[in-house]
């Protein structure tokens, strides 16, 4: 199909079974691992913000943006099966992790089949010669680095929040980065200011523009601008994403429900939480060092010097600065609304979506 | 540069060289590990695969047929970084494993980077149309494919000689195949049958064959034809690699030498010795599966049986199908002479290279 356009949630819609499909139709015998992964959803978190970075005002979405959806979905899939094996995990999102059913062998395996499929779907993404300055590998790349940083990271109770961020940055909010970046690249602005040569190409999306009389980001941006600006709402975008979620080792109500408490300090990853508190207190660094420093003790601390609200503190300042970007990108109005459901989302924690009224008759 | 030749001989020091130069200047922290992997070199027998099928009758070889090898070494280095994971291998090569010495978080990502690093080098070789018809990612999922069937497999003592030959068609040959499929093309013909319309262009060498004086196959073989002698060719050499490969777990020099008896059986992996010995004593299988059939007495039994005479035998009828293959492509005769010693050191087993004598003075 010659990109065609469909609305966003007909496009999410595809995406959900597209990657189902894949998984349920790989090759005998990886089907029979890679099937077992449809037991879980994600919130596809990543797929929603390419296709709202693809979207025009009327929410409708370049078909080869669900595409791409699909592609750093699995790339983000193949992450978590390896990430599994490191964390020698048992369960994710409520199910049995591959590793835990199938063993170790069969997962690292896997990961490296999803790995290469992601790639693949990538690369074909890609011979569209609008995508082509997305480059995936950079980004795989950077994910391995983060991923890297933080291993050797591990129990360093020693690290500073500026090399935190530093592994967040990769480990997380790399894929965030180029999920926006497919998104805006799909949304069809030809690269003018990289001067390809193909300034009268991929210029029918923007004369499609005119017809449907959805607005467009004002000429005088720049398309180099533009594209800039969405590569920052997306990274900072993962990094909110990822200090909620460091939030929540140490939120009461998990607390009380007995599960996952402290999993990451357990496991010797040391989050902005507990590096702030470290800085607060150094003599529990020191203990921590030594050993001395048992979970209870470290969640009461936490909660003393106000570990998790520094966490939300600096989350809400990338807040700012994620929406600093969203509005200098001056986007129709159901984009930005779109975009901006994405980011509160992220900044006010992974809660459940609330059940959506089915209108009847 | 625009596909310049250079000699076979420098061809792979080229190779070498550059494989180390990618591991050495791995981005940080991925380098402190990759590294590492230079201490150990294998014998690039896929590099040298690559660059024998892309040479010409003076032994020349295109310069982006070195790329392809590197990027082909690059992806089997991080199929051994995953392997040695799965199989907990503390030395390869002679050298601690990085599973081993920097622990299996840090193995699986260092894969990933290397798998990833593999593909993009992959990719932006294949930017060149010439190589576009080799699907590289379709040999990775063989390659996986192959991994998990023999997983699948493991301590499976029924598993018979046709399945198990398909499992290392995968795990082993498709490799080779990949490596002799991209010499091939680099070799210089253009896609004719796939008839892409670049027919014109991909000539140069063609030309330049004619005048280096150099033999070429006969046109009425074929592109089509030539390409898939060239890709059996590969998938033959690579089953006789892996078939001879595993006789060395039964040899009696590594037996009295003490080093890795019988680690493949040890670890559950059944392979062709093993499913003759079964194949002629039935009540040794069933012994197998019960958990009683111990080390020594299978060891007795393989050499009894003739096991490992019965394997050498069945890589012997592949070494035909390859040389059959070889004479069909009726290749200049410095080109056949370089493949045909490919050829006999993977069915001569892997001994190491004699000394070169070096003239001085």
């Known amino acids: 199909m010659i990109n065609a356009c469909l609305h966003f949630d007909a496009a999410m819609e595809q995406v959900k079974t597209e990657l189902d499909r894949r998984l349920l139709t790989a090759p005998f015998p990886v089907r029979a691992y890679t099937a077992h992964l449809t037991l879980a959803h994600g919130k596809f978190i990543r797929a929603r913000a390419v296709l709202a970075c693809a979207m025009d005002g009327e929410k409708m979405v370049p078909a080869d943006a669900?595409?791409?959806?699909?592609?750093?979905?699995?790339?983000?899939?193949?992450?978590l099966v390896h990430d599994d094996i490191m964390d020698e995990a048992d369960l994710r999102r409520g199910v049995e992790t591959l590793q835990k059913r199938y063993g170790k062998?069969?997962?690292v395996i896997c990961g490296d089949y999803l790995l290469a499929a992601a790639m693949r779907s990538l690369a074909q993404v890609q011979e569209n010669d609008r995508y082509r300055e997305l480059d995936a590998y950079r980004y795989v790349n950077q994910i391995c680095m983060g991923e890297l940083r933080q291993n050797r990271n591990n129990r360093n109770f020693g690290l500073s929040m500026?090399?935190?961020?530093?592994?967040?940055?990769?480990?997380?909010?790399?894929?965030?980065?180029?999920?926006?970046?497919?998104?805006?690249?799909?949304?069809?602005?030809?690269?003018?200011?990289?001067?390809?040569?193909?300034?009268?190409?991929?210029?029918?999306?923007?004369?499609?523009?005119?017809?449907?009389?959805?607005?467009?980001?004002?000429e005088a941006a720049g398309e180099k601008e533009r594209l800039?600006?969405?590569?920052?709402f997306g990274r900072y975008l993962g990094i909110i994403f990822q200090l909620m979620d460091d939030c929540i080792d140490f939120e009461s109500d998990n607390?009380?429900?007995?599960?996952?408490?402290?999993?990451?300090y357990e496991q010797g990853v040391v989050t902005?939480?507990?590096?702030?508190?470290?800085?607060?207190?150094?003599?529990?660094?020191?203990?921590?060092?030594?050993?001395?420093?048992?979970?209870?003790?470290?969640?009461?601390?936490?909660?003393?010097?106000?570990?998790?609200s520094f966490t939300r503190r600096t989350a809400g300042r990338y807040y700012e600065?994620?929406?600093?970007?969203?509005?200098?990108?001056?986007?129709?109005p159901g984009q930005q609304?779109?975009?901006?459901?994405?980011?509160?989302?992220?900044?006010?924690?992974?809660?459940?979506?609330?059940?959506?009224?089915?209108?009847?008759?």
């Open 66 to 79: 669900a595409a791409f959806a699909v592609a750093i979905e699995l790339l983000h899939l193949a992450t």
């Open 105 to 107: 062998r069969t997962a």
């Open 162 to 218: 500026f090399r935190y961020l530093s592994i967040i940055n990769g480990k997380t909010a790399a894929l965030f980065e180029a999920s926006c970046y497919a998104g805006a690249l799909a949304q069809g602005r030809p690269p003018e200011a990289a001067g390809i040569g193909m300034s009268g190409a991929g210029r029918q999306l923007e004369a499609a523009g005119i017809g449907s009389g959805t607005g467009r980001p004002p």
């Open 228 to 232: 800039r600006l969405y590569r920052r």
């Open 255 to 264: 607390r009380t429900a007995g599960k996952n408490v402290q999993s990451d």
């Open 272 to 308: 902005l939480p507990v590096i702030y508190t470290f800085y607060r207190r150094p003599q529990l660094r020191q203990r921590a060092w030594q050993g001395r420093l048992a979970v209870p003790e470290l969640l009461q601390a936490v909660a003393d010097s106000g570990g998790v």
């Open 321 to 332: 600065k994620a929406l600093a970007a969203l509005l200098a990108l001056a986007l129709p």
């Open 337 to 361: 609304e779109q975009l901006k459901a994405l980011l509160d989302k992220a900044y006010l924690g992974l809660k459940k979506e609330p059940l959506k009224l089915v209108q009847t008759g």
